[in-house]
């Protein structure tokens, strides 16, 4: 059995650090992407006209309905076949934020639901325009009401993005196996960055439960 070597741990850092800073940019815009876009799909749900909503509905579920490690594959694989490519960073970036703003959408729906119908029917009775009831009334109360959930999905989002190492991202674990590999010295690096998951995510958890009992008061 091979012993701890805190040699391996600190030649790994100089990589552990590109890794972590890939990671978080992955997961700072991914979840900025969720956010936006599974607005526009909660948005979506709500149009009177089924020509839209069908159409949400049917993207909306097919792609939560498929494993995020798929997607990726297919838009770093298959695109390019059809003349769209980008680059690896942005595809795993992209793929997380579009996979996860199905969930997100589903939140904001929620959170709209749940806003009272007496915030409706006060917004028009003042005769608000639509586009103003829905910014000035309805969503700042369903983002509110939301905001613990779409905290959740950011730490699921940060677990998943390893997956992006399909694809070449080197990411913490992609940076891991690359050091492992050239040192054979799998151990610490991999250490590392599982203690570095827990690090990120544990702290995480808890200001989200905070900001649900905060939120609930």
Do not use: C
Request: glycine share 6%.
């Amino acid at each position: 059995m091979n012993s701890w070597d805190w040699s391996a741990v600190a030649d790994f850092m100089p990589r552990f650090w590109d890794g972590l800073l890939t990671t978080l940019r992955i997961l700072v815009l991914g979840s900025v992407l969720s956010f936006a876009l599974g607005l526009v799909w909660a948005l979506g749900y709500r149009v009177k006209t089924r020509f839209v909503r069908w159409p949400v509905n049917f993207i909306t579920e097919f792609i939560r309905n498929t494993p995020l490690l798929v997607q990726l594959f297919f838009l770093f694989f298959v695109l390019p076949e059809w003349g769209i490519q980008f680059s690896a960073l942005t595809t795993g970036t992209v793929a997380i934020g579009v996979h996860y703003s199905t969930y997100t959408a589903q939140v904001y729906r929620a959170g709209i639901d749940a806003v009272p119908v007496g915030q409706w029917e006060a917004a028009t009775a003042l005769s608000l325009p639509r586009a103003r009831t829905w910014t000035a009334v309805i969503l700042p109360q369903a983002i509110r009401r939301v905001l613990p959930a779409l905290g959740n999905y950011v730490i699921a989002m940060l677990k998943d993005t390893p997956l992006v190492v399909a694809i070449s991202v080197l990411d913490l674990l992609g940076q891991a196996r690359l050091q492992g590999g050239m040192t054979f010295q799998y151990n610490e690096a991999l250490t590392v960055v599982g203690v570095a998951f827990i690090v990120i995510a544990y702290p995480a958890s808890l200001l989200v439960r905070a900001l649900e009992r905060r939120l609930v008061r």
